[in-house]
């Protein structure tokens, strides 16, 4: 059984379209979390959801705009997507805000063209 | 702020042989660390965790780590490794105001274990 999944795996796009990444968690966690991996595998934190509310922010454009419908469901949506978008994005959970470790992902590769 | 530094992008080793994989970090506040593991075409996973007491910590897979406040170091190691940890390791940082839920990671070193 899959923890943590991430639908698309790939995501190959133009400048300037709309896209989506869906996670889900099945592990019963309250926590979800979004991360973006650089070309030199900086990976850096964008946001964090606790129970479907924003708790972490991390200075990100705005045109990457997460929504968690339910707690076991975090996605992200990218308007007008920029070449510097490219990267790989990780979602990660965890059972609580306080809790020490992290689920991932397998994370998703969006290349924009 | 934190930061972390993992020096070694990629670290090449046979088999049964010992590995270290160094991190340092900076911070103006005490810490937690941790170290994650990618293993090819999956998501990071949790290899082992200080969070206090011993200052040794021992992980998953036979790993373990030392965390060296006056160094301000936690170098991952393995007496002898295996074929299957070939892997990413990253080393990351949270400090104790802001709890766990910021992890600063490192960019990573790959660990490439040959026969």
């Known amino acids: 059984d899959t923890a943590v999944s991430q639908t698309p795996k790939y995501l190959v796009t133009q400048m300037g379209n709309d896209k989506s990444i869906k996670c889900e968690q099945n592990l019963g966690h309250d926590t979800m979390y979004w991360y973006k991996q650089d070309s030199k595998k900086f990976l850096k934190i964008m946001f964090s959801?606790?129970?479907?509310?924003?708790?972490i922010n991390e200075t990100v454009p705005n045109r990457f705009s997460p929504k968690s419908p339910d707690k076991a469901h975090l996605n992200l949506h990218i308007n007008s997507l920029e070449l510097g978008d490219s990267a790989v994005y990780f979602c990660?959970?965890?059972?609580?805000?306080?809790?020490?470790?992290?689920?991932f992902g397998p994370g998703t590769r969006l290349t924009v063209l | 702020a934190q930061s972390v530094t993992q020096l070694d992008s990629q670290v090449p080793v046979f088999e049964e042989a010992p590995v270290e994989l160094r991190c340092n970090y900076s911070s103006s506040v005490s810490v937690y660390l941790f170290w994650y593991v990618q293993y090819p075409n999956q998501g990071l996973q949790l290899l082992l965790k200080y969070l206090s007491g011993s200052t040794l910590v021992k992980g998953i897979n036979g790993f373990e780590a030392e965390f060296n406040k006056s160094q301000t170091s936690f170098h991952l190691r393995k007496p002898s490794v295996h074929i299957s940890d070939t892997a990413e390791y990253f080393c990351?940082?949270?400090?104790?105001?802001?709890?766990?839920?910021?992890?600063?990671f490192g960019t990573g070193t790959r660990l490439l274990v040959s026969p």
């Open positions: 990351a940082v949270s400090d104790m105001n802001t709890g766990f839920q910021k992890l600063v």
């Open positions: 959801y606790n129970n479907k509310e924003l708790i």
């Open positions: 990660a959970s965890s059972q609580a805000p306080t809790s020490s470790e992290q689920f």
